[in-house]
Nanobody, 127 residues
């Protein structure tokens, strides 16, 4: 089992920045990729960014490219989401997820791919 705990969310004004962290514990050696998803009120959970550990590949949804950066520690126990130039439409609960099966590319954009999820952290961007 892998446990994930997100932190770093909160209120921010449009144009500001936040860095989300996701701390993994348990059988982290079994994790091959980690992702960030978000869910706004009344909307479905959507893919934001993902990173495979080996090879180190990153993926982003189009709406955050150039603004968000996913990164992680080599020990596979922490992943970050640096969010810059935040917009009100970025407001959502952000979830960290871990995938224990090897895969690259589009498969990492699918929520059902992931085996473990954190409890989420709220990000609220005001205009």
């Amino acid at each position: 089992q892998v446990q994930l705990v997100e932190s770093g969310g909160g209120p921010v004004q449009a144009g500001g920045s936040l860095r989300l962290s996701c701390a993994a514990s348990g059988r982290t050696s079994s994790v091959d990729a980690m992702g960030w998803f978000r869910q706004a009120p009344g909307k479905e959970r959507e893919f934001v960014a993902a990173m495979s550990w080996s090879p180190r590949m990153t993926y982003y949804t189009d709406s955050v490219k150039g603004r968000f950066t996913i990164s992680g520690e080599n020990a596979k126990n922490t992943v970050y989401l640096q969010m810059n130039s935040l917009k009100p439409e970025d407001t959502a609960v952000y979830y960290c997820a871990a995938d224990r099966d090897y895969g690259l590319g589009s498969v990492l954009r699918t929520a059902s791919r992931y085996d473990y999820w954190g409890q989420g952290t709220q990000v609220t961007v005001s205009s």
